[in-house]
């Protein structure tokens, strides 16, 4: 994460949740997700307080995965901060990740959607 630009990134939000001791553990879904390695994406869906966040971070810590982790809110609806989120995720765990795509995120706020999307590298 140190060869972001400078902007404001809460780190916070990129630390995947300890799983505490109270947890009940949830087989079934847990079940459900390990099914969904072998995807290119398990979107995970529930009404807020269902413990989303929980069954992942626990079966997160149950497996040895290489996990890029990232806490989204209303606040990152907007691409360029959205992108900076996910390139400090990816160097988390990949240190350096995406360095041509720094462009993208270095643009200035007020360009175009467009603009940005055509720095991103393929």
Known sequence: MDQL???DLLRTKL??????????ARPRLTERLARG??????LVTA???YGKTTLVASWLHDNSLPVAWLLLDEG????Q????YIIAALRTII???CPGNMAAVAVRPKS???RVLDHIDQ
Do not use: H
Request: hydrophobic content about 35%.
């Open 5 to 7: 630009p400078a902007c």
């Open 15 to 24: 630390y995947r949740p300890r799983v505490t001791a109270d947890f009940i």
């Open 112 to 114: 175009s959607r467009r």
């Open 81 to 84: 901060t959205f992108l900076r």
């Open 76 to 79: 990152d609806n907007e691409l």
């Open 37 to 42: 390695l072998d995807r290119q994406l398990v």
């Open 95 to 97: 240190p350096g990740a």
């Open 47 to 49: 009404p807020l307080g």
